[in-house]
């Protein structure tokens, strides 16, 4: 059996690798030991590891008779190093009892301090401190703090106790208590205890100790402790460590102290210590509030025109030694720590260091000017920032300065925050758009055809509808921010308004959405501007120096592609062509193509929309010039595009001269029960190919022109969607090379192109051996892909999937983050079985996990050419893609 306690500080701290190792003595544990290590003044303590918190869990609450006689030697350790026994009531030993999983647990057991103090102790305490009022204070804190985590005992009571005594002297705060009013407080916390629990406050130590341990281990199944675990995603089985540590004290007099510190400002990143302080304070007093903690440095004192000196100022050599010891802790670590520390009698101890949590600005200062002083190489810089994280510097966000009244929330759909008057239908949302009124688009939920709308809002909120539903996809690719399912809000379509919570909204009142918290808010709240400039450019042009996959958009529109050139796109993944059907211009011709009740009605309105398309295809080519753009011919079912209401029907019959009667005849014909496995895909370019021929004219026709007028001819690839047969494929792009063959006729010129398909079908995975005798390039689309692969409808899967990840069944929304040990064997498969027909067949991916960090590191691993995703998460997969390619080459 290996050693379950572990010690450190002291004479000795073991050199097993144990020792040291997070998943054994926790996170805090580890540091402990590695600081005791490289010679930092650390106050000799042990840890109780992990491993044994995970047996006596499983035991049902049973210490193993090996660790008493353990613990009793750890013990022995630090009384030797401290030289005070524990529990000698001439000068006894106290101690801290800490908890510590692998990583930092909000839901764990709160420290105990001064573990030790009895009513014989405390006046051994006294006299070999020559502070009688310190011993008291320590006494009363110690019977608080173990009442409140150890016992379980409400600790209001301590505090009203506390309140009555400042009261009747008359004192403020609690410096003004001497030690005779803190001797009568213990009195009363004594009889507080002996009260509730009916038995008095532990008077044993041993008894004490062996109590704040369990307390420790069983705080590991608390249900704070599960509810933390189940947000981030935290193993059950890890348990906790437990560190036993010598107490020092900050709150022996004015030459004490305590206090946290970065040693680099966490919220910018500049290289400036960060920190606060208290004198004559002990443990969480300068979180808690209770005083207001002074400034760590004289210029943070002076900026801030704080009276109350800083720790510089007022312990100028204590301070030196901290700072000494923040550089030293930056080397070894390597990067930025969050610090605890206590001065004591002017001796600096140190009692915590951790890499510090910082905002995606200051990871990325840090990480630029870490590799600048010689710190960290750029490998380890890239490594280091998180690529999620710089979503946060991507879109607008809210001053944070800004006063907000806040009238309900939903769901985080889609960074960013946005501000606008509310607007309740598209056409509205375009109309006023375009009078230059910034708008906010409220609905209930969203789809295809309000496309216009979103795109000419600021801001999307809907009533219904999850992470995935087409409000939060669509915004996130246009990086719209969108809040969507507030479950909160109710229109009125008639009144044309709508409620939020209590507060009743008209159409046209102001409101501002954050889509990074999904709060929605009354008025303007204003807001910053993204920078892409400075350490964010040089971080990602470290990254694109060790990447491997290229990184493309999915793009539609000439200012969707120009948002996505300047991410640093290199190439559009995938141009969906059917908003380019909803446009306002054009929806009646599309409308009187697919209700035509012959070729030739069809083929009128197939010649409105040529030049239409033409002339979309056109702008894109320029905007992307010489870059490859990936066109997807159309895709969703028919029926998406028919009028809505007699109303959308007269006004079609009028315009192309068909009677209304025919026209609904023809849509009931279109009616599908399942659209989503309906007459959609290459399914439409098979059964209507003048659609699809059309389209390619389109492609070739703009393709020839912009290489007449720039010079710079566009490598187009044409892609089939929703392919499942090898025959669908073939019979397309026979239809397509005819096309282009008849352009470049015309046109007296000949362009590269390339045609391919989507694998988003697992038929289509399962045979792409076959298909890729035809396909020039597999873009697996992962959307369709999971949901045909799952049987799971994305539109509907918000119902059930929220209990599904909760109960691990996904370990995250699969169409989130790619399901990588279902879905990602059909993306292996198709990308093989490709590869084995066509050694140099192009590969991408083009669903919403082209965006999503650990989906990007599986299509490294698969040897994917390319990612693409929505323009405004072009950085973070440029920056996934490089760690991805690091890790693999590392590996
Ligand atoms: P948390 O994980 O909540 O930060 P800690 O175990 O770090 O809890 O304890 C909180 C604070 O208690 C520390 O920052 C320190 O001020 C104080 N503390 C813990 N152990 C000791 C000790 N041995 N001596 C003095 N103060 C201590
Ligand atoms: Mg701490
Ligand atoms: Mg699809």
């Known amino acids: ?68 006689a353990d613990v009793a030697a750890a013990l022995a350790h630090i009384e030797q190093a401290v030289g005070k026994r524990f529990g000698d009531a001439a000068d006894p030993l106290l101690v801290s009892v800490r908890s510590g999983a692998r990583v930092s647990m909000p839901g764990m057991m709160d420290t105990v301090l001064n573990l030790g103090l009895n009513d014989a102790t405390v006046e051994g305490l006294a006299s070999v401190s020559g502070d009688a009022r310190f011993a008291w204070d ?66 044993d130590v041993h008894e004490q100790l062996w109590g704040a341990i369990r307390a420790v281990f069983d705080s590991w199944d608390s249900d704070r402790a599960k509810v933390y675990r189940r947000l981030n995603d935290i193993p059950g089985d890890w348990g906790t460590a437990v560190n036993v540590q010598a107490m020092v004290f900050g709150n022996m007099g004015d030459t004490s102290a305590t206090g946290v510190a970065f040693t680099r400002d966490p919220a910018t990143g500049e290289r400036a210590y960060y920190g606060e302080w208290l004198v004559n304070a002990q443990g969480e007093d300068v979180v808690a509030g209770i005083r207001t903690p002074q400034y760590l440095t004289r210029t943070a004192r002076e900026a801030a025109g704080a009276k109350p000196l800083s720790m510089e100022e007022a312990m100028p ?7 000494r010891v923040f550089d030293l802790l930056e080397r070894h670590y390597r990067d930025m720590q969050d610090i605890e520390f206590t001065v004591e009698r002017g001796k600096l101890w140190m009692l915590q260091t951790r890499s510090g949590k910082r905002t995606a600005r200051a990871a990325l200062r840090m990480a630029v000017e870490m590799v600048e002083e010689g710190l960290i190489d750029r490998k380890a810089a890239i490594l280091r920032v998180d690529p999620m994280a710089l979503d946060q510097l991507l879109h607008p966000t809210l001053d944070p300065e800004a006063p907000r009244e806040v ?75 969108c809040v969507s399912g507030a479950s909160s809000i109710s229109i009125d379509m008639q009144a044309r308004t709508l409620r939020i919570g209590a507060r009743q909204l008209a159409e046209g009142d102001v409101i501002t959405l954050d889509g990074a918290t999904g709060q929605i808010m009354a008025g303007e709240v204003p807001t910053i501007e993204p920078e892409l400039v400075g350490d964010f450019g040089t971080l990602i042009a470290w990254a694109d120096a060790e990447r491997r996959m290229k990184v493309r958009a999915n793009a539609e529109t000439p200012a969707d592609c120009h948002t996505a050139r300047q991410f640093g796109a290199e190439g559009v993944g995938l141009c969906r062509t059917e908003h380019m059907f909803f446009d306002a211009g054009r929806i009646s011709a599309v409308r009187q193509m697919i209700l035509a009740e012959d070729i030739a009605g069809r083929a009128k309105a197939l010649a409105k929309l040529l030049p239409e398309q033409r002339a979309d295809f056109r702008a ?54 399942n659209p989503m496995l309906g007459h959609r895909g290459c399914r439409l370019g098979i059964t209507f190919p003048e659609i699809y021929a059309m389209q390619a004219r389109a492609i070739f026709e703009a393709a020839c022109d912009v290489a007449e007028s720039s010079g710079a001819a566009p490598v187009p690839e044409v892609m089939i969607p929703l392919v499942a047969t090898r025959k669908e494929l073939s019979i397309l792009k026979a239809l397509i090379d005819k096309t282009a063959a ?33 396909a020039a390039f597999f873009s697996f689309g992962t959307n369709d892909l999971t949901q045909t692969t799952l049987g799971v409808s994305r539109d509907d899967a918000a119902r059930f999937l929220g209990p ?59 040897g994917l050419d390319y990612v693409s995703a929505s323009p405004f998460r072009v950085p973070i997969a440029r920056l996934a893609a490089a760690q991805a390619a690091l890790s693999a080459s590392s590996r």
Not at 420 to 429: M, R, S
Not at 453 to 467: C, E, K
Not at 634 to 654: I, K, M, N, R, T
Not at 747 to 774: F, S
Request: charged share 25%; with cysteine; net charge negative.
């Open 620 to 673: 894109i080519f320029e905007v992307m010039s010489g870059l490859p753009v990936t066109i997807r011919l159309l895709d969703p079912p028919l029926h998406e595009f028919l009028p809505h209401g007699d109303a959308e029907f007269a006004e079609l019959s009028e315009t192309i001269g068909i009677g209304a009667e025919t026209l609904k005849r023809r849509a009931d014909e279109l009616h599908e029960f």
């Open 1 to 68: 059996m290996s050693k379950q306690v572990y010690h450190f500080g002291g004479s000795a701290t073991s050199d097993e690798p144990r020792a040291k190792d997070k998943t054994i003595v926790g996170g805090k544990g580890a540091n402990l030991a590695e600081m005791a290590g490289i010679g930092l003044p650390v106050p000799p303590g042990f840890t109780i590891t992990t491993e044994e918190c995970v047996r006596y869990l499983a035991e049902g609450g049973e210490f193993a008779a090996e660790l008493q």
């Open 317 to 323: 050599e204590a301070y030196a030694e901290l700072a």
């Open 407 to 481: 009238l309900g929330s939903g769901l985080p759909a889609s960074p960013g925050a946005a501000s606008g008057a509310i607007v309740l239908d598209a056409d509205t949302a375009e109309r006023r758009a375009a009078l230059g009124e910034a708008v906010v688009l409220v609905r209930v939920e969203t789809s295809p055809e309000d496309i216009h709308g979103m795109h000419a809002a600021r801001g999307i909120l809907t009533a219904r509808g999850g992470m995935t539903s087409h409000a939060a996809v669509v915004a996130r690719g246009m990086g719209r921010p």
């Open 138 to 203: 320590s006494y009363r804190r110690f019977i608080q703090m173990y009442a409140d985590v150890v016992l379980g005992l409400d600790h209001h009571k301590f505090e009203d106790a506390l309140e009555i005594v400042k009261e009747d002297n008359g004192f403020y705060a609690d410096v003004d208590l001497d030690a005779e009013h803190w001797r009568q407080l213990v009195g009363e916390y004594k009889t507080i205890v002996a009260e509730e629990l009916g038995r008095p406050f532990p008077q």
């Open 804 to 862: 599904y990840v909760e109960q691990g069944i996904y370990p995250r929304d699969p169409f989130v983050s790619l399901d990588i040990e279902g879905v990602g064997q059909l993306v292996q498969m198709g990308a093989d079985r490709g590869r084995a027909t066509r050694a140099a067949i192009k590969l991408g991916i083009c669903g919403e996990h082209g965006g999503d960090p650990a989906s990007i590191a599986f299509c490294e691993k698969v």
């Open 742 to 774: 008849e352009v470049f006729a015309d046109k007296g010129r000949t362009l590269e192109y390339l045609v391919g398909t989507m694998i988003e079908l697992p038929r289509a995975a399962l045979m792409a051996g076959e298909i890729a005798e035809d």
